[in-house]
């Protein structure tokens, strides 16, 4: 199975993914000289996004998860249609529909990058599932940058996440359910909670990944059995790519995997 992202913060649904399929084996793809995406035009990020695609396809994969805000929101048809009939999943519409359906109020929270908010993606999606929802979308850039240094507890970023987020909660006393819009914000969540208190549900968009992609290979007959796992680099089934710097690839990741990545373990690719 192929994941990718602009850089490590898709590394969050691959551990989401492994967890719920122990069994498969994972080839995740890092676009590291390219970085980030967000800042880029939908038609270069989809160009992009196509070239990571065919190195995994290269590969051998059976199903590709795109694990990226960006690349999901412009991107996504655009796969699914030249790399037909591979099953292409993002990780907009899962977060969404679990927002939808796990929302008392219909009024619902999204916490992103600027440039998935400016692009409104989540606020569709969730309006596709649940009409007539109100949501309410705050850009939290520097969790970004606090997670890639690994302050991902603590007072520094329990101050960032209270400035960004007591007042939105505050002022919206019906708010009941926040989705996590930027694959690195699930390591700062012990933050996110705090500062929004326990009445408003978290919505994790990489376990909800995780749940639609489990579901889509049940459906398609793709599930590997229960076997022992082939050798291969790194992690037990799994294999790192990454496009520039191995090294802070493999350290700035095991913040978001949960567990150490060994330099040597991370192939470095061109696309």
């Known amino acids: 199975m192929g994941v990718f992202d602009s850089g490590v913060g898709g590394l969050t649904?691959?551990?989401?993914?492994?967890?719920a399929l122990p069994d498969e084996r994972f080839i995740y793809l890092g676009d590291t000289a390219r970085l980030p995406y967000g800042?880029?035009?939908?038609?270069?990020?989809t160009r992009y996004a196509e070239q990571a695609t065919r190195v995994l396809v290269g590969r051998g994969i059976k199903l590709l998860v795109v694990a990226c805000n960006t690349a999901s929101s412009v991107a996504l048809g655009h796969l699914a249609a030249v790399f037909a009939p591979l099953p292409v999943?993002?990780?907009?519409?899962?977060?969404?529909?679990?927002?939808?359906?796990?929302?008392?109020s219909g009024l619902i929270g999204v916490i992103a990058t600027e440039g998935t908010v400016r692009g409104g993606a989540y606020e569709r999606a969730i309006r596709a599932v649940r009409p007539g929802a109100d949501v309410v979308s705050v850009a939290c850039q520097l969790f970004v940058a606090l997670a890639e240094e690994?302050?991902?507890?603590?007072?520094?970023?329990?101050?960032?996440?209270?400035?960004?987020l007591a007042n939105v909660?505050?002022?919206r006393p019906t708010?009941?359910?926040l989705v996590l819009g930027c694959t690195h914000f699930p390591v700062l969540r012990q933050a996110i909670a705090?500062?929004?208190?326990?009445?408003?549900?978290?919505?994790?968009?990489?376990?909800?990944?995780?749940?639609?992609?489990v579901d889509c290979l049940l459906r398609s007959d793709l599930r590997a059995g229960h076997r022992t796992r082939e050798g291969g680099a790194g992690q037990a089934g799994v294999r790192f790519l990454a496009t520039d710097a191995p090294g802070r690839f493999a350290r700035?990741?095991?913040?978001?995997?949960?567990?150490?990545?060994?330099?040597?373990?991370?192939?470095?690719?061109?696309l």
């Open 39 to 45: 800042t880029k035009s939908g038609e270069t990020v």
């Open 89 to 104: 999943i993002g990780v907009i519409e899962p977060g969404a529909a679990a927002a939808g359906a796990a929302s008392a």
């Open 13 to 19: 649904v691959l551990r989401a993914l492994r967890s």
């Open 169 to 171: 909660v505050g002022e």
């Open 194 to 213: 705090a500062a929004v208190g326990p009445r408003v549900r978290l919505v994790d968009s990489a376990e909800t990944t995780a749940e639609v992609v």
């Open 252 to 270: 700035v990741g095991a913040v978001f995997l949960g567990e150490a990545i060994a330099p040597e373990d991370v192939e470095l690719v061109d």
């Open 150 to 164: 690994g302050w991902i507890d603590g007072p520094v970023a329990e101050a960032v996440a209270q400035r960004y």
């Open 175 to 177: 708010l009941d359910c």
